[in-house]
């Protein structure tokens, strides 16, 4: 059974920065797309960054290019974002999810984690 768990998420204020993490378990996902999302209070869920399992290539929303960095561990199964720079409009629930590289549709997803930026 799949199983995405994020941690890190809290109260920052606006220019700080937070560490998120995604232990995942369950299958191998030497072909999987480790992707983070989030959705802001009232707004579609968007993809926030991505990346290929093997590091081979990343993907970032413009809104957080040189603000947020992913990145994974394989030793222990995890893919994190960093977030430096916080904005208000950074708040959301981000969420972890996985989908196969020959697939469009993320198909695991986490329980999400809060992200709150104060002004």
């Known amino acids: 059974q799949v199983q995405l768990v994020e941690s890190g998420g809290g109260l920052v204020q606006a220019g700080g920065s937070l560490r998120l993490s995604c232990a995942a378990s369950g299958r191998t996902f030497s072909n999987y797309v480790m992707g983070w999302f989030r959705r802001a209070p009232g707004k579609e869920r968007e993809i926030v960054a991505a990346?290929?399992?093997?590091?081979?290539?990343?993907y970032y929303a413009d809104s957080v290019k040189g603000r947020f960095t992913i990145s994974r561990d394989n030793a222990r199964t995890a893919v994190y974002l960093q977030m430096n720079s916080l904005k208000p409009e950074d708040t959301a629930v981000y969420y972890c999810?996985?989908?196969?590289?020959?697939?469009?549709?993320?198909?695991?997803w986490g329980q999400g984690t809060q992200v709150t930026v104060s002004s």
């Open positions: 990346i290929i399992w093997s590091g081979a290539s990343t």
């Open positions: 999810a996985a989908r196969a590289t020959d697939q469009h549709q993320y198909d695991y």
